[in-house]
């Protein structure tokens, strides 16, 4: 069996599963956040239970309207709060956590070889650490409140096997598009995406977090790596205890449904343009682009490796006139480190704002809206129709390094043509 | 619910996100009348006009991809869309949309059949889609009998909540 089989026959009870089968998996651990808890949180009720099959195993972060930009969005963190007090769950609130997907892993509450499910789509991040970790929605998550269980389709596998190494400005996010790009928006719809080969076992927690934070951007049910000595340095200290990781590797004889090689030696950086993720190009081929919002951040590239490299980029030059330029620590953690590494006053002294962590414009319902015909170059996730603000802007995707370099010149470019200048 | 569905359609082509068939700028609204005044404003500001005596939508490829905002069914449904037919869908909104209650079915070569305005009949138990207007026939695979009782029952939470008391 491949990892993810291997979890899903654990979590079922059963020696061995199949692809295509339905199996009945218990939960380890379900996360809520303020968009989608609140209405878990009514139908738990119209369910009629009272109280959650297992309160160390569900945690609420507030994260995508922080703080309350709003009367409304203060109203749904009043329910989330009140609901955590009524059953005694771990909640992240304000200035406390960050986005939830990097609070999860930070604060211990994902662990190899588990079934983690959250209501959020971008839940499959933490398969970076060898979980099986899949987005569900907000009734889904009230009836695992209820149970404990869910009715999972054991998916088939595509291994994507990554060999090379990176060149310089060019990162598992560049990666990750490229992959999307050849493989279509679904083109790995119900499947599980397994990254692997000898890019991946070299690269940080950080760069795993990116891929599998994006494969849902294919359609997968989830992103998976085998956990190794870079996932245990990462979580010992974190979780309380680490499974044998040995019983979380891919057998030999494991069987996929195609494998997809992947060279990343030779590729530059990439960019998704609108309105598609895979509509994904080298950077260097996308002519002239005239930005008005840079955005450096989100669940994808909010973490401090993003931040350190878009501090390289940036320092001791200034965002474009007429550009604004937005950045967003992850987390508590990582904003605190951004700090205390100086990358917030790099940051501040290029004009650009920083802003407490959060999900912020990504996805358009808090702060860094866009109007219309405006143009933001974009560290997060989708570049749909509306995505940020106005149905009539465009978003457009790339790294941490891309978007600091289009920051400074005002157009979307090239970061090695950047420091070719300089 | 009633699991034969009669009603004209309306078509949308491949690739429909949540983003904008709810856009996040709407995602603090609760009420699921008031979503449903922005059902696919991402696209069509005048759907909820349109859809609101009763309309089947017909999509192409992964319909609802993107986020996994209940909201974007949520905001279909009562939006009067009674049923979403599509060559293929994106699995979180697949999920939500059965355990709202809002029947979801995915049906090989549908886009090319339909145009808006086709009266179609679809047997949601059966598998059996019917565009009227054209005289097409379509069979597909049925769903598994536990989604066809969640559907039956109107959504998860009723049939949980039926099921938990049969306990």
């Given at each position: 069996?491949?990892i993810?089989?291997?979890?899903l026959?654990?979590?079922?009870?059963?020696?061995?599963?199949?692809?295509?089968?339905?199996?009945d998996?218990?939960?380890?651990m379900?996360?809520?956040h303020?968009?989608?808890g609140?209405?878990?949180?009514?139908?738990f009720?119209?369910?009629g239970a009272?109280?959650?099959?297992?309160?160390?195993?569900?945690?609420?972060?507030?994260?995508?309207q922080?703080p309350?930009?709003s009367?409304?969005?203060?109203?749904?963190?009043?329910?989330?709060?009140?609901?955590?007090?009524?059953?005694?769950?771990?909640?992240?609130?304000v200035?406390?956590?960050?986005?939830?997907h990097?609070?999860?892993?930070?604060?211990?509450?994902?662990?190899p070889?588990?079934?983690i499910?959250?209501?959020d789509?971008?839940?499959?991040?933490?398969?970076?650490?060898?979980?099986?970790?899949?987005?569900?929605?907000?009734?889904?998550?009230?009836?695992?409140?209820?149970?404990?269980?869910?009715?999972?389709?054991?998916?088939?596998?595509?291994?994507?096997?990554v060999?090379?190494?990176?060149?310089?400005?060019?990162?598992?996010?560049?990666?990750?598009?490229?992959?999307?790009?050849?493989?279509?928006?679904?083109?790995?719809?119900?499947?599980?995406?397994?990254?692997?080969?000898?890019?991946?076992?070299?690269?940080?927690?950080?760069?795993?977090?990116?891929?599998?934070?994006?494969?849902?951007?294919?359609?997968?049910?989830?992103?998976?790596?085998?956990p190794?000595?870079?996932?245990?340095?990462?979580?010992?200290?974190?979780?309380?205890?680490?499974?044998?990781?040995?019983?979380?590797?891919?057998?030999?004889?494991?069987?996929?449904?195609?494998?997809?090689?992947?060279?990343?030696?030779?590729?530059?950086p990439?960019?998704a343009?609108?309105?598609?993720v895979d509509?994904?190009?080298?950077v260097?081929?996308?002519?002239?682009?005239?930005?008005e919002?840079?955005f450096?951040?989100s669940?994808?590239?909010?973490?401090?490796?993003?931040?350190?490299?878009?501090?390289?980029?940036?320092?001791?030059k200034?965002?474009?006139?007429?550009v604004?330029?937005?950045?967003?620590?992850?987390s508590?953690?990582?904003?605190?480190?951004?700090?205390?590494?100086?990358?917030?006053e790099?940051?501040?002294?290029?004009?650009?704002?920083?802003?407490?962590?959060?999900?912020?414009?990504?996805?358009?319902?808090?702060?860094?809206?866009?109007a219309?015909?405006?143009?933001?170059?974009?560290?997060?996730?989708?570049?749909?129709?509306?995505?940020?603000g106005?149905?009539?802007?465009?978003?457009?995707?790339?790294?941490?390094?891309?978007v600091a370099?289009?920051?400074?010149?005002?157009k979307?470019?090239?970061?090695?043509?950047l420091?070719?200048?300089? | 619910?009633?699991?034969?569905?009669?009603?004209?359609?309306?078509?949308?082509?491949?690739?429909?996100?949540?983003d904008?068939i709810?856009p996040?700028?709407?995602?603090t609204?609760?009420?699921?009348?008031?979503?449903?005044?922005?059902?696919?404003?991402?696209?069509?500001?005048?759907f909820?006009?349109?859809?609101?005596?009763?309309?089947?939508?017909?999509?192409?490829?992964?319909?609802?991809?993107?986020?996994?905002?209940?909201?974007?069914?949520?905001?279909?449904?009562?939006?009067c869309?009674?049923?979403?037919l599509?060559?293929?869908?994106?699995?979180?909104?697949?999920?939500?949309?059965?355990?709202?209650?809002?029947p979801?079915?995915?049906?090989?070569g549908?886009?090319?059949?339909?145009?808006?305005?086709d009266?179609?009949f679809?047997?949601?138990?059966?598998?059996?889609?019917?565009?009227?207007?054209?005289?097409?026939?379509?069979e597909?695979?049925?769903?598994?009998?536990?989604?066809i009782?969640?559907?039956?029952?109107?959504?998860?939470?009723?049939?949980?909540?039926?099921?938990?008391?049969?306990?």
């Amino acid at each position: 069996m491949n990892i993810t089989e291997k979890i899903l026959a654990k979590a079922s009870g059963k020696k061995i599963v199949y692809p295509g089968e339905i199996v009945d998996a218990s939960v380890d651990m379900i996360m809520v956040h303020d968009l989608t808890g609140p209405l878990a949180v009514e139908a738990f009720k119209k369910i009629g239970a009272q109280k959650i099959w297992d309160n160390q195993k569900a945690v609420v972060i507030l994260d995508h309207q922080v703080p309350a930009e709003s009367v409304k969005a203060a109203e749904l963190h009043k329910v989330m709060r009140q609901f955590a007090k009524d059953q005694k769950l771990r909640i992240y609130d304000v200035g406390r956590g960050g986005i939830c997907h990097q609070v999860m892993p930070e604060k211990g509450h994902v662990v190899p070889g588990t079934v983690i499910v959250g209501a959020d789509s971008h839940t499959c991040t933490y398969g970076a650490f060898g979980a099986f970790a899949t987005g569900i929605g907000s009734t889904e998550a009230a009836a695992i409140f209820a149970t404990g269980k869910i009715w999972l389709k054991v998916p088939e596998a595509i291994k994507m096997n990554v060999t090379g190494e990176f060149k310089k400005y060019v990162t598992p996010k560049d990666l990750i598009l490229s992959i999307i790009g050849r493989m279509g928006v679904d083109g790995a719809t119900y499947k599980s995406t397994e990254f692997a080969g000898p890019t991946i076992k070299s690269m940080s927690v950080a760069g795993r977090m990116t891929l599998c934070n994006m494969a849902v951007e294919m359609g997968a049910k989830n992103g998976i790596i085998e956990p190794d000595e870079t996932t245990r340095r990462f979580l010992e200290g974190r979780v309380k205890a680490l499974p044998n990781f040995e019983t979380l590797q891919s057998d030999e004889d494991a069987v996929y449904e195609r494998t997809v090689e992947f060279d990343v030696s030779k590729m530059e950086p990439q960019i998704a343009c609108p309105t598609s993720v895979d509509n994904v190009k080298p950077v260097s081929e996308v002519g002239n682009v005239p930005i008005e919002q840079a955005f450096i951040g989100s669940c994808t590239n909010g973490r401090i490796e993003d931040l350190r490299l878009a501090a390289q980029v940036l320092k001791g030059k200034q965002v474009k006139d007429n550009v604004r330029a937005l950045v967003i620590p992850a987390s508590q953690e990582v904003y605190k480190q951004a700090l205390n590494e100086g990358l917030l006053e790099i940051f501040t002294d290029a004009g650009a704002i920083v802003c407490g962590s959060a999900c912020g414009p990504c996805l358009g319902g808090h702060i860094g809206l866009l109007a219309a015909d405006e143009i933001c170059v974009s560290t997060s996730n989708r570049n749909f129709i509306g995505r940020m603000g106005s149905t009539k802007a465009s978003v457009y995707l790339a790294s941490p390094a891309t978007v600091a370099a289009s920051a400074v010149i005002g157009k979307i470019t090239d970061p090695r043509k950047l420091e070719a200048k300089a | 619910m009633n699991m034969k569905i009669k009603g004209p359609a309306i078509k949308f082509g491949n690739n429909i996100d949540t983003d904008v068939i709810l856009p996040g700028q709407y995602m603090t609204l609760v009420d699921p009348y008031e979503l449903a005044k922005h059902a696919l404003s991402g696209l069509d500001l005048a759907f909820p006009e349109k859809a609101k005596k009763g309309v089947i939508v017909v999509g192409g490829k992964n319909f609802g991809c993107g986020s996994s905002r209940e909201q974007a069914p949520l905001a279909l449904k009562y939006a009067c869309v009674k049923c979403v037919l599509a060559e293929s869908f994106a699995r979180i909104f697949f999920r939500n949309a059965i355990n709202i209650g809002l029947p979801v079915i995915e049906c090989k070569g549908i886009s090319a059949a339909v145009e808006t305005g086709d009266e179609l009949f679809v047997d949601v138990e059966a598998g059996k889609i019917e565009n009227i207007s054209k005289g097409k026939k379509f069979e597909v695979d049925k769903l598994p009998p536990f989604i066809i009782e969640i559907l039956a029952d109107g959504g998860l939470i009723e049939n949980l909540r039926r099921r938990l008391n049969k306990k």
